[in-house]
């Protein structure tokens, strides 16, 4: 099972843009969720909104093009689109709050079977478990809660897009989180590089896998217990 080939951060994030409709806010959380900005079709417009005050950036932008006043939540240098806005912090926030954003992209430690989001923590690193670094690549300082909490409860979706298990082989999709909750019952949908899963009132339903992969691989690294999708399919995009 380990020889089997998963999907790259980037794949996950062309993946998520599929979920973008024509003229929806998009909030874009830390980590791989940054880079489906790169993969909107053509034609199509997304408004995407960063908490420090920004609506309708385009994609991360080059060193050579970069402004550095104007990143993304992975401190990336965005790219400015045509009729682009900037705010003050409180109104972001109550763009958030007010109910605007219509999908929120968050990164995660751990999602549980019904829905919850854990994606911080409090302290030192080397006092959890495990290796929960592989979020963002942090080898030092703890994920910070920042906006997620607003997102996870004002956004009318929620996704997460993350790795399917830590780097020591560990569930991410869990019973029970054991790191703090960022908001409960808030994620509908997950996409991970083996799966696209929905959480559904009966439980954890397989979309759609990775190619080469079996639905007792991905059981396999799951703890809670899967329904697979009458239409289960490969992974497409």
């Not at 109550?94 to 990164?107: F, Q, T």
């Not at 009318?156 to 409960?184: D, F, W």
Request: glycine share 10%; charged share 20%.
């Amino acid at each position: 099972m380990s020889d089997k080939q998963k999907l790259d951060e980037q794949t996950i994030a062309m993946r998520a843009a599929r979920e973008f409709e024509d003229g929806m806010v998009v909030n874009l959380g830390g980590g791989i969720p940054t880079l489906a900005c790169n993969f909107v079709p053509e034609g199509r417009e997304v408004l995407f909104h960063a908490e420090n005050g920004a609506l309708g950036y385009g994609g991360i932008a080059s060193t050579e093009t970069a402004d550095w006043d104007l990143f993304n939540a992975s401190f990336q240098p965005v790219t400015p689109l045509p009729g682009m806005s900037f705010f003050a912090h409180d109104e972001s926030f109550a763009l958030i709050r007010g109910g605007h954003v219509d999908i929120s992209v968050l990164g995660a430690l751990e999602v549980s079977e019904k829905g919850d989001l854990a994606n911080w923590v409090a302290g030192d690193l080397t006092t959890f478990e495990g290796d929960i670094t592989d979020w963002i690549g942090l080898d030092r300082y703890p994920p910070a809660v920042g906006g997620a909490m607003d997102l996870a409860i004002g956004a009318k979706r929620v996704i997460v897009c993350m790795l399917h298990t830590t780097r020591n082989g560990q569930p991410k999709i869990v019973k029970e989180c054991k790191y703090e909750l960022t908001a409960s019952r808030c994620v509908s949908l997950i996409i991970t590089d083996l799966a696209v899963i929905e959480i559904t009132p009966q439980g954890l339903v397989l979309k759609e896998i990775t190619p080469g992969w079996e639905p007792e691989d991905v059981q396999a690294v799951t703890e809670p217990r899967l329904i697979l999708a009458s239409d289960i399919k490969e992974i497409s995009l």
